[in-house]
């Protein structure tokens, strides 16, 4: 006969119950801390405007992508600033790119191909078309 544990229950209501308004106050809390930052950041922004300075967002030193990040790359210029026939190593001699993992300049190498932009001529030779 299965046993019924009703002071178990009970125990566990009450755990629950202390966790919903544990969970609630954190809430309000971050809530609060939310709109205590934004009018900072705005406060900040003004100030800085004021001084002719960058402001943290805009220096990337709030929040935005990690220090260190660059703006996205435009493959369409990349493509534009390659001889007629290129290799890899010539997309990694445009600014910028040197650091590109091979992954990534295969990737828009073969988006290239693809689009008709560029055409395979032989194992690592590539002919641009426009």
């Known amino acids: 006969m299965p046993r019924t544990t009703t002071a178990g229950s009970s125990a ?3 755990v629950q119950a202390q966790a919903r308004e544990l969970l609630a106050k954190l809430r309000s809390e971050i809530r609060t801390k939310d709109a205590e930052l934004r009018r900072l950041r705005q406060e900040e922004s003004k100030l800085a405007a004021l001084t002719g ?3 943290m967002a805009a220096s990337n030193g ?3 992508p990690r220090r ?3 703006a996205r790359i435009n493959w369409g210029d990349v493509l534009n600033k390659l001889p007629k026939q290129f290799k890899a190593s010539d997309i990694r001699a445009v600014r910028g790119l040197r650091e590109k993992r091979s992954s990534e300049i ?3 190498i073969t988006r290239w191909i ?3 932009a560029v055409k395979r001529r032989d194992r690592g030779l ?3 078309l426009r």
């Open 62 to 64: 709030g929040i935005g």
């Open 106 to 108: 295969f990737a828009a």
């Open 114 to 116: 693809e689009a008709g």
């Open 68 to 70: 260190g990040a660059r």
């Open 53 to 55: 300075q960058p402001g």
């Open 12 to 14: 566990f209501s009450q």
């Open 126 to 128: 590539y002919e641009r």
